[in-house]
C-alpha cells in the first residue's frame, strides 16, 4: 500500500493511492497513519481493502507527512562514503547519529522559507524508514519486522548553524520545514528491496544527488539495531537513514539555496518532492 495524508497543516486526514494511481480517503475506516494503525500486522490486514470505494480526494489537495503523530526523527549523518569525503570526514567506524525535531515536519510539495539571515541553507536527500511497533534492544535478524514502510525526506541543514560558532548539528537541522516527508509511506510490501533504491535531487533542474541505497555505509537492519540499544523506538518514529554525495557543501567552491530556487527530489518507488525556496 501506499500512504498518504492530506488537507491543511495540522489538519490532514489519513488516505491511499489504489492499485490505478487514485487517491482515495481512508479517513472512514483509519482514523490517522500513526500509532497502532502502523503496526505491520495491521498493514498486513488493510492490503485486503478494496479501496477502490472508497472517496477520490481531488488532485490539488495539499499533501502532508506521509505520517502522523511522530515522536523522534533520527538521522544518520555520513552513510555513503562518497558524502563523508566531501563532507572532509573519514567514513565513521559506526553510526553517526543525530536529531531533527518534529516541527521540522513538512508536507512533500510545501514551500521551503529560508531561516532569517541564513546564507548557507543546504539539500540531502535521503530514504527513511518508519517505525511500525515498538522497538528496543532489537536484533539486525529482527529489525526488519519492526518497519511500517519508508518514504522520502529531504534532510535540509544550515550549514553555519551545524558547522560554525557551537558547532551544533541539532540546531543546524531542526528549522521549521527542514523535513519534507512524502509524498507517500510505501509498506514492504511495496518495496522489493530496500537496498537497492535510486534516490536523486535536482536543483533548478540541475542534477546535484544520484545514487542509491546499495551504497549505504550501514544498512536499514544494522540502523535499527543500532538505535534501538540506545533509545526505545515508538510506531511513527522516522529514520533518516543518510545522504550519497552532491550536496551544496561538498561543491567547490560550495554552493547553497536562495530564495527563488526551486528543489525537486525523488525515491525509486516512493514518489517525488518539489520545494520552492522562500
Known sequence: MKLIRFGDTGHERPGVIDDDGTRRDA??????????ALDPSTLAA???????????????VRLGPCVGAVGKIICIGLNYAEHAAESGMASPPEPVMFMKPSSSLAGPNDDLHLPPG???????????????????????????????????????S??????????????GKGYDGFAPLGPWLATPAEVKDPQNLGLWLDVNQQRMQDGN??????GMAALISYVSGFMSLQPGDVIAT????????????????????VVELGVEGLGQQTQRIC
Open 27 to 36: 479517513s472512514g475506516l483509519i482514523q490517522d497513519w500513526a500509532g497502532a
Open 46 to 60: 488493510l492490503e485486503q481493502v478494496d479501496w477502490s470505494r472508497f472517496p477520490k480526494i481531488a488532485e490539488d
Open 118 to 156: 541564513s546564507e548557507k541553507t543546504d539539500w540531502e536527500v535521503e530514504v527513511a524508514a518508519i517505525i511500525g511497533r515498538p522497538t528496543k534492544a532489537v536484533s539486525e535478524a529482527e529489525a526488519m519486522g519492526s518497519i511500517a514502510g519508508y518514504a522520502a525526506l529531504c534532510d535540509y
Open 158 to 171: 544550515e550549514r553555519a548553524w551545524q558547522l560554525e560558532g557551537t558547532g551544533q548539528w541539532d540546531k
Open 213 to 218: 541505497t546499495r551504497q549505504m555505509i550501514f
Open 242 to 261: 543518510g545522504t550519497p554525495s552532491g550536496v551544496g557543501l561538498g561543491r567547490r567552491p560550495p554552493v547553497y539555496l536562495r530564495r527563488g530556487d
